[in-house]
């Protein structure tokens, strides 16, 4: 089985920063996609940021310029700095992951961790 594992969440000031980590483990071939997903009540799950294996990154305009996400592929882990928070980046943020497990037939799934929670509040 494949686990992902957030930590680094928690309570900051408007304009403080934050940063995210995933790791994944188990039984583990590959891993193609990462990212940062989040959720505030009563919303849609929404993505962050994503990053391939290759290091190529996407971002949500809402975080352009902000948050950088960023991989280390040898400890399948992918991060999320976040810089200049703001009350509305309060949320439960969820790391996912495209990943080739060793099974046959060869297959991606997308995994999910449980989830970390953002607060910015003065």
């Known amino acids: 089985q494949v686990q992902l594992v957030e930590s680094g969440g928690g309570l900051v000031q408007p304009g403080g920063s934050l940063r995210l980590s995933c790791a994944a483990s188990?039984?583990?071939?590959?891993?193609?996609?990462m990212g940062w997903y989040r959720q505030a009540p009563e919303n849609q799950r929404e993505l962050v940021a994503q990053?391939?294996?290759?290091?190529?990154?996407n971002y949500a305009n809402f975080v352009k310029g902000r948050f950088i996400i960023s991989r280390d592929n040898a400890k399948n882990t992918v991060y999320l700095q976040m810089n200049s928070l703001k009350p509305e980046d309060t949320a439960l943020y969820y790391c996912?992951?495209?990943?080739?497990?060793?099974?046959?037939?060869?297959?991606?799934?997308?995994?999910w961790g449980q989830g970390t929670q953002v607060t910015v509040s003065s």
């Open positions: 188990g039984s583990i071939y590959s891993i193609n996609d």
């Open positions: 990053i391939t294996s290759g290091g190529s990154t």
């Open positions: 996912n992951a495209d990943v080739r497990p060793y099974t046959y037939p060869p297959r991606t799934y997308p995994y």
